[in-house]
């Protein structure tokens, strides 16, 4: 992905539906993308102000008010910041309602964004920022697995609209990236491993998509 750059040079949606096995866990595969002059630290601030400035205007439209993460936490290995009783753990980005806040394991996501392209970072976020959209609206669902697949579904429609509105252009490659990045993404403290708590990758696959095809509103 790069920043406001010419338009899309290919939609996402149709590969995005098309069948891909993968399994749970860190996929490993050559990396499809052109980064140019791109660096994991601009992605990673890109991805979380464009998501963030989607989400004020999503509020605004309803008449409410988007209140930002209080904070952005990169950490390394098992020293990152503790959401009340819960260590934070390696490899691995969460969203924390007890602070309002993210932190992601740095060499982590930049392994990720190294491997499997810079769709990974744009996946990732956008997810987390989907919990933190979650805490405000309250969202409360019986199952783990639908706050997951939400996010999922949160972080597919935040994606299409900033490809939309020319915020973000897509590159060969990224929609491979983005549907491989589904599998790798963090939240396994909360079990994220585990395929039935959190929806089979053809499930976050395709709640993904819904998203990125009918936008949040479909989530
Ligand atoms: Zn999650």
Not at 7 to 16: C, F, S
Not at 40 to 52: G, K, Q
Not at 83 to 109: K, R, S, T
Not at 163 to 174: H, M, Q, R, W
Request: hydrophobic share 40%; with cysteine.
């Amino acid at each position: 992905m790069t920043r406001a750059l010419p338009p899309i040079t290919r939609l996402l949606t149709g590969l995005l539906v098309a069948a891909m096995v993968a399994a749970c866990g860190v996929v490993r595969a050559p990396s499809m993308d052109r980064r140019g002059a791109d660096s994991f630290e601009d992605d990673v601030v890109t991805a979380r102000t464009l998501t963030e400035q989607f989400w004020s205007r999503q509020f605004q439209q309803l008449g409410r008010t988007y209140r930002p993460i209080s904070d952005f936490i990169p950490y390394s290995g098992s020293a990152g910041p503790s959401c009340g009783d819960e260590a934070a753990v390696p490899n691995n980005a969460f969203y924390c309602p007890l602070g309002h806040f993210i932190a992601f394991d740095q060499e982590w996501m930049e392994g990720l964004w190294s491997d499997m392209g810079d769709g990974s970072v744009y996946v990732i976020i956008p997810h987390e920022l989907g919990h933190a959209v979650q805490a405000q609206l309250r969202t409360s669902f019986a199952l783990n697995v639908q706050i997951e697949l939400q996010a999922d579904c949160y972080a597919g429609g935040t994606l299409s609209a900033l490809v939309a509105s020319g915020a973000l252009t897509t590159e060969p490659g990224d929609e491979n990236e983005l549907i491989r990045s589904l599998a790798a993404a963090g939240d396994p403290t909360d079990d994220w491993l585990n395929p039935a708590a959190h929806g089979t990758a053809e499930q976050r696959q395709a709640s993904f998509a819904r998203g990125y095809r009918d936008g949040v509103g479909a989530c």
